[in-house]
């Protein structure tokens, strides 16, 4: 006797239930993920007094911005944040851009080499880098310093992002390259003339995913830097004292270090959307 098959209780609803019922789910998740920015907003806004007592009252100044923006360690802070995700960006693109021309076109000793290296540290956590980079890095002289943090985030770009880039290359159809090679290109002439422009999409992806990941790291900044370089990260932790926490001044600079990646994630999004389809 041959099993009739139930259809599925959400497809056997109405269709004007299920459009219903996914526009309900689609707004019960963007509340669940912007739930805590409009708070953290609101916290920002608030009085030192009224901070606890968000719900209530509507008293809001813009207090907390003014008196975060007076404080010079934290201009400081936004600048050198800004200053090292740039440059951590630029870096971690001349490598890995070609690193992953390198393990997509190549398949020889050096290249198998190279990707064994990427790939055994990309397995290990690099939250087990930290203590030997701090040692590292007293020992090199460089601790507190913008190459000292730049360097453990280079190399994690690299470890992770020279993936991403291998396979955006394996998606480029290669037939130009050779027609490159045989009027008389070079290797290097072939991938800066016909693979690169090519890859110009996945690159600002890679190039916004770095930027923001540099940004919003806390780990490297928190052990790497004291004093000398502080980043925003690091000094948005510092609101914490033995008094107490400051949550008004502390979402009030949350909030200003939410603006640059917005924006650029904002304006970045086209390309990381039409990066991630090559």
């Known amino acids: 006797m041959a099993m009739v098959r139930r259809p599925l209780m959400f497809a056997a609803l109405p269709s004007g239930v299920r459009r219903l019922l996914f526009g309900l789910a689609l707004v019960a998740i963007c509340f669940l993920f912007a739930f805590p920015v409009l708070w953290l907003i609101v916290t920002s806004l608030r009085p030192e007094s009224g901070v606890y007592y968000v719900h209530r009252g509507t008293e809001f100044t813009i207090g907390n911005f ?9 201009v400081e802070a936004f600048l050198n944040s800004a200053a090292i995700s740039t440059l951590a960006t630029v870096f971690s693109l001349l490598v890995t851009v070609s690193s992953g021309y390198m393990l997509s076109r190549f398949q020889g000793p050096a290249a198998r080499t190279w990707f064994g290296t990427i790939y055994v540290f990309r397995c290990v956590p ?3 880098w930290v203590l030997p980079l701090y040692f590292v890095a007293q020992s090199w002289g460089i601790y507190d310093t913008y190459l000292g943090l730049l360097l453990p985030h280079i190399a994690v ?9 291998k396979g955006f290359f394996d998606g480029i159809d290669p037939s130009m390259e050779y027609a490159a090679l045989i009027d008389g290109c070079t290797r290097w002439g072939a991938f800066l003339r016909v693979a690169l422009p090519s890859a110009i999409p996945a690159i600002a992806a890679l190039a916004v995913l770095c930027w923001l990941f540099t940004w919003n790291e806390f780990l490297f900044a928190l052990i790497l830097t004291g004093n000398r370089v502080p980043v925003i990260t690091v000094v ?6 033995e008094m107490g926490l400051k949550w008004n001044l502390m979402s009030a600079t949350a909030v200003m270090a939410l603006v ?8 970045g999004q086209k390309y990381v959307i039409r990066g991630l389809r090559i």
Do not use: G, K, N
């Not at 003014?66 to 934290?74: F, G, K, N, Q, T």
């Open 126 to 128: 690099y939250i087990s």
């Open 260 to 267: 640059p990646a917005f924006l650029l994630a904002l304006f």
């Open 236 to 241: 948005m932790a510092q609101f914490v004292t």
């Open 66 to 74: 003014l008196e975060v923006m007076r404080d010079d360690r934290l």
């Open 157 to 165: 770009h690299i470890c992770f992002f020279s993936w991403l880039m």
